[in-house]
C-alpha cells in the first residue's frame, strides 16, 4: 500500500473536506475523493492500474451500493487493499460487525477527529515500515504474533509465505521461553485448488454471480405483476403499465431489503455467498472445499 495515497468515498461534503485536511496534515501527498461506490471502484482501479494502492477510507452509507459490495470488489481487485470503514452506527452493529469480519482492516466511527485517524494510519504505516524492515523468520514471525492473540500453524505459513520447516523452530522458540502456548488443534477451511487457507467469504448475484449489488425497496404490483424497486413508481403509478397504486395488501405489497444487481439487474431477497482463494483467485463453494488441521497456539506474550 501507498501510505502517502488516500481514496475516501463519502457522499458527505463536509467530512470529505475534514477527512482530506486530517489526511494532508499526515503526509498524504494525493487524495482522490468519491462521492459514490461507483466512482470509488473506478477510482480505486486507475490506482491500481497505475500501480499504486491506496488507503481507503469507506462510509457505510453510500446511495447507490451497500458498504459489503464495494469492499468484496475492492479486496477483489486488491486483497491486501487496507479498508477502514466510517460509520456512525456502533461498532457491535450487525452489519458493521459483517463488514469488519469480511476484509475491512480497521473501524472509524463518526464524528471522528485528527486523533483517531492518526491512530489508524500510524499502525498502518508502521506495519509497512515493519514489513520493509524485517530480514529475517523470526522477526517476521515475532510481529504476526504480536496481532494476533490466537493463532494456527497454518494461518502462519500461509500468511507469511513460510514453510512448516522454517516456522517450527521459532514457534518452539518462542513456546520455551512461555511467549506462546499450543491450545489445541484448528481446523480451517482451505481451498480445493491449491490447499491454502488464506480464503475469503464473499457474497454475490444468484443469477451472475457478480459482486455489484444494492440493497433497496421494491414494490410488487398485483395486477400486472411488475416487482421493480420503489423509487420508480412516479407518483404512485406502476412502471409497467401505468395503473395507480392505492391499497397497500390489495393493489401492491412493498418488500424492503430487496437486493438488486447492478450488473444484470435481477432482484432477489437473499445474497448467496461461496469462496475465494486470495492466492489462486479459484472460487468454490462450502460442499467443495477441503479442511486443513494444525496446531494452534495462543500467544501470551511477544
Not at 26 to 34: E, P
Not at 246 to 253: F, I, N, R, S, W
Request: with cysteine; proline share 4%.
Amino acid at each position: 500500500m501507498e501510505t502517502n495515497v488516500a481514496l475516501v468515498i463519502e457522499d458527505s461534503a463536509a467530512i470529505c473536506i475534514r477527512l482530506k485536511e486530517f489526511l494532508q496534515k499526515l503526509g498524504f501527498s494525493k487524495i482522490h475523493i468519491a462521492k459514490t461506490g461507483k466512482e470509488g471502484i473506478d477510482i480505486f482501479k486507475e490506482c491500481i492500474s497505475s500501480e499504486i494502492t491506496p488507503l481507503v477510507f469507506l462510509d457505510y452509507n453510500l446511495p447507490d451500493m451497500e458498504g459489503l459490495s464495494i469492499i468484496e470488489q475492492i479486496l477483489d481487485i486488491r486483497p491486501e487493499t487496507k479498508v477502514i470503514l466510517e460509520t456512525s452506527r456502533e461498532k457491535n452493529d450487525e452489519k458493521v460487525k459483517q463488514v469488519i469480519s469480511y476484509g475491512a482492516y480497521s473501524y472509524l466511527p463518526k464524528p471522528f477527529g485528527l486523533e483517531e485517524v492518526q491512530q489508524i494510519v500510524g499502525k498502518i504505516k508502521n506495519e509497512n515500515d515493519a514489513l520493509r524492515n524485517f530480514d529475517n523468520t523470526m522477526e517476521i514471525i515475532h510481529s504476526f504474533l504480536k496481532n494476533n492473540s490466537k493463532v494456527s500453524l497454518a494461518m502462519i505459513t500461509d500468511s507469511l509465505g513460510k514453510t512448516k520447516s522454517e516456522v517450527m523452530p521459532i514457534l518452539q522458540t518462542f513456546k520455551k521461553n512461555g511467549q506462546i502456548v499450543e491450545s489445541g488443534t484448528s481446523k480451517e477451511v482451505c481451498c480445493d485448488k491449491c490447499g491454502t487457507i488464506k480464503v475469503q467469504q464473499f457474497f454475490h448475484c444468484p443469477s451472475c454471480y457478480s459482486i455489484n449489488f444494492k440493497k433497496d425497496k421494491v414494490i410488487e404490483h398485483y395486477s400486472c405483476g411488475n416487482t421493480s424497486p420503489a423509487r420508480t413508481y412516479k407518483n404512485d403509478k406502476c412502471p409497467n403499465c401505468s395503473v395507480e397504486i392505492k391499497v397497500l395488501g390489495v393493489d401492491y405489497k412493498s418488500i424492503d431489503n430487496f437486493y438488486i444487481c447492478n450488473d444484470c439487474g435481477d432482484k432477489f431477497p437473499e445474497l448467496e455467498w461461496n469462496f475465494k482463494c486470495l492466492s489462486c483467485n479459484n472460487k468454490f463453494d462450502i460442499n467443495s472445499a477441503n479442511w486443513r488441521e494444525s496446531p494452534n497456539y495462543k500467544v501470551i506474550s511477544v
